[in-house]
């Protein structure tokens, strides 16, 4: 993969045309009856919503499901490490991205009701690395057609109140969406290593797989969605020279606001002095002053501790996958699912319906 600056800028002007056209005519729904009123509408005749569904169901030929079952299993071995490094590395370093940063505080996305935002992001997260989760039709798969067409909503309400994008180009442009899935790619598989995981080349290359199959799913054009893993870091040090100001005035905010709503909270249960240190970790040292997180004191003790226990565990995975992975993923998947079951509320209240559970054969869920 190789792209100009000059050809990467021009994917501001692009959005989710499919997406946009198949919610058209929608009302206000909840994120998870979007994709059924879709379906609704498709069965009654309407072709932009057929065509949606025809393009979302479609596997593409480079998708090889082993690969992206053997990065799902990744991500669950070394589930609280991956969470961290997601939310306290990718998503808070993404804010330094002004045009990134800048829709979230006009739509109050993460400034209201903060924590369970990022509850609701956890469950997207969760969902999408159930067994079989991204297989058309599957409930990772669902919940992520729901985020996409939720997005081509925001689209629409954006361009009704007037909003001016910080660079000029579309709203939620595919510029945004692709810098996005860079930082949960290549940010969050940098943090897994930052925070101890040690991991193989073959796990990290079907990680890379299956994030790429979210963002597939997520709406992101083919030409964005680096292959390998090398390309993957390639095109983030090129997106950060090119997006990245940590000055703008969207960033701090949104940083604090995050580190003070899981504070003390599940699944974590970390004091914010040790957020901070474990974000300056996985951001850098850089990004962290600019935003004035603090030095980390004697919670520098606290984040070795994390590292070292990342590190043993993830070599006894390593060492002895069939024995000791199972009960590693079955003991962090139970603790986080009851978290996000506790911090959304009982099911019909959630933005993204219920929490898909491998752990009896998806046979039940929350």
Not at 234 to 254: G, I
Request: hydrophobic share 45%.
């Amino acid at each position: 993969m190789s792209l100009s600056d000059a050809q990467l800028l021009a994917y501001a002007h692009r959005t989710d045309p499919l997406a946009e056209a198949a919610v058209t005519d929608l009302p206000r729904l909840r994120p998870y009856k979007l994709l059924d009123a879709v379906e609704a509408a498709s069965r009654d005749g309407n072709s932009d919503a057929s065509r949606f569904l025809h393009s979302a169901f479609t596997v593409p030929d480079w998708v090889d499901f082993e690969r992206v079952e053997r990065g799902a299993a990744v991500s669950r071995t070394h589930g609280f490490a991956h969470l961290l490094a997601l939310n306290f590395g990718a998503l808070l370093e993404g804010y330094a991205s002004h045009s990134l940063a800048a829709p979230l505080v006009a739509t109050g996305r993460l400034r209201q009701d903060t924590r369970k935002r990022l509850y609701e992001t956890g469950q997207v997260f969760h969902n999408g690395r159930q067994e079989g989760a991204l297989r058309p039709g599957a409930p990772g798969h669902r919940s992520i057609l729901a985020v996409r067409l939720l997005h081509a909503m925001v689209r629409r309400h954006l361009a009704k109140v007037g909003y001016e994008t910080v660079d000029s180009g579309a709203q939620v442009h595919q510029l945004d969406m692709a810098h996005t899935a860079v930082q949960v790619c290549h940010v969050g598989r940098r943090g897994l290593a930052r925070l101890g995981v040690d991991l193989p080349s073959e796990d990290i290359d079907a990680l890379h797989h299956f994030a790429r199959l979210v963002h597939t799913w997520h709406g992101v054009e083919a030409a964005l969605l680096p292959e390998t893993v090398a390309d993957s870091a390639a095109l983030h040090a090129q997106l950060a020279a090119l997006r990245y100001d940590a000055s703008n005035p969207a960033a701090a905010p949104l940083v604090h606001a995050a580190l003070d709503a899981m504070t003390h909270a599940p699944p974590f249960f970390l004091p914010r002095p040790a957020l901070a240190a474990v974000t300056r970790l996985l951001i850098g040292d850089a990004l962290a002053d600019a935003w004035e997180l603090g030095e980390p004191g004697r919670w520098r003790h606290g984040v070795t501790a994390i590292m070292a226990t990342s590190r043993s565990a993830s070599r006894l995975a390593r060492a002895a996958p069939r024995t000791l992975a199972p009960p590693l993923q079955w003991a962090q998947e139970s603790l986080y699912m009851h978290t996000l079951a506790r911090g959304l509320g009982a099911a019909p209240k959630r933005a993204f319906g219920t929490l898909a559970d491998h752990r009896w054969g998806r046979r039940a869920t929350l």
